[in-house]
Nanobody
Framework: QGRLVESGGGLVQAGGSLRLTCVAS???????????WAWYRQTPGKQRELVAS???????NYADSVKGRFTISRDNARKRVYLQMDNLKPEDTGVYYC????????WGQGTQVTVGQ
């Protein structure tokens, strides 16, 4: 089934950018490719929310709060999903996770994104 490994988070000031990477480690491409993949985020006291998703062929959807600022992409050959985050805002702070749109894989450890004022 593979393991989801997220990276790329960090501390940035408002208006800055980060690029998150999710690797489906150990997953074969024939399993990776058909999935619709997604990025989620969780903030303290709130449920995990869907931020962006990408299907196949590469149609993308975004939460209203990130539309125009975030871009999701995928590299099927490398079994990776990316989230380019631009013009970050303090309310984007949280732990970001990737999973399929059906959330049927074991969650990874996530990557912390902190956006300062």
């Amino acid at each position: 089934q593979g393991r989801l490994v997220e990276s790329g988070g960090g501390l940035v000031q408002a208006g800055g950018s980060l690029r998150l990477t999710c690797v489906a480690s150990g997953m074969i491409t024939s399993v990776f490719n058909p999935y619709n993949w997604a990025w989620y985020r969780q903030t303290p006291g709130k449920q995990r929310e869907l931020v962006a998703s990408i299907g196949t062929p590469r149609s993308a959807n975004y939460a209203d709060s990130v539309k125009g600022r975030f871009t999701i992409s995928r590299d099927n050959a490398r079994k990776r999903v990316y989230l380019q985050m631009d013009n970050l805002k303090p309310e984007d702070t949280g732990v970001y996770y990737c999973n399929t749109l059906n959330e049927n894989l074991t969650w990874g450890q996530g990557t912390q994104v902190t956006v300062g004022q």
